[in-house]
C-alpha cells in the first residue's frame, strides 16, 4: 500500500470506531468533529490526510506548527488547524496567524497576549474570535497543564469577558493508563464541570481512549497515531 493508501484505510477505521461508539451512546456522530493530530508527521502525510478527506488537523508545539502551516498553505493546503498543546505567552503572536482553534487556554496571562497579539479588530470584537476550549486538569496530576477544577469558574469569567475569545468548551488531556474504563471517570468530570458552567464543547479523547470520551459526550476527539501511525520522533 502507499502511503495515501494506509491513511485512508486508518481513517475508516477511525470513523468506523467514532461512529459504533456514537450508536452505543445513542448519538449522531455528525455531533463529533474528529481533529487528527499530525505532530511529528511531515507535510506529505497533510496532504494525504486532506485527501482523505480530512478537514481539521492539530499541532501541540508552536515550533512545529508554523513551519507546517507555512509550508502546507504555499502548497495549496488549508486544513483547519487546531492548537493542542500548552502554548507559552511568548510562542502566541506566531501561532494565532494560522490556528482556527486553541484547545489549550489554560491562564489569564494567556488570555491577556491573544488579545494583544490578535489583530486589532479582533480585540473590539469587529472580526471573528478565536475559539477556544479551557484546559482543565481534572485528575490533578502535578505534570499536567490545565486549570484545576477550582480555578476554572475564574479562568472562564475572564475569558468569556474577553472580546477576542468565543469559549466554546473545555479540554482535558486523560491520564496515560492502559485501561480506558480508568479514564472514564476523567471524561465524565469533564462533561459535568461544562454543564455546571454552561459550555456545550468537549474537546476529549486520543488514539488509546476516544470510543470512551465519545460515549461520555466527546464533541472534538483529537487522534494522532491511529490516524498517521506511531509518531516519528
Ligand atoms: C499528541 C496529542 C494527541 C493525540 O495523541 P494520540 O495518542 O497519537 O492519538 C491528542 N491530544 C494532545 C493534547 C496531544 O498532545
Redesign the pocket.
Known sequence: MTATETLTARLAVVRARITAACERAGRDPAEVTLVA?S?THPLDSVRDALAAGLTDL?E?RAQELVPKAEAAAAAGLAPRWHF??HLQRNKARDVLPHIAVL?SLDSPSLIAEIERRLPAPARVGAAPRLRCYLEVNVAGEAQKDGVSPDDLASLLSVASASPALEVVGLMT?APLVPDPEVTRPVFRTLRELARAHGLAGLSMG???DFEVAIEEGATAV?????IFGERQN
Do not use: P, Q
Not at 222 to 226: C, K, M, P, Y
Open positions: 493530530v505532530k492539530g501541540n493542542i498543546g484547545h488531556v486520543m488514539t488509546d483529537r487522534v494522532g497515531r491511529a
